[in-house]
């Protein structure tokens, strides 16, 4: 199950910070910083997400595999 982390986002460029920050380091503009949840992934979803791999897919049969003639 993924966590909850806090970060903040520069509502001008979109920068992201770990940190609520008075001025933004990347677009220079002061109070643009909005706080937001963002759900942290742990790592073994991570690992299924680099493969391709979803909580849908799962394993299937050999007999249910379609293959197409190469020509």
Known sequence: MAKLKTKY???ACGFESPKWAGKC??????????????AKSTK??????SMGLSAANGPISISEIAFDELK
Do not use: M, R
Request: charged share 35%; with cysteine.
């Open 44 to 49: 073994k979803e991570e690992q299924k997400t």
């Open 25 to 38: 380091n990347n677009c220079e503009e002061w109070n643009t910083f909005v706080e937001e949840l963002v």
């Open 9 to 11: 986002f520069c509502q």
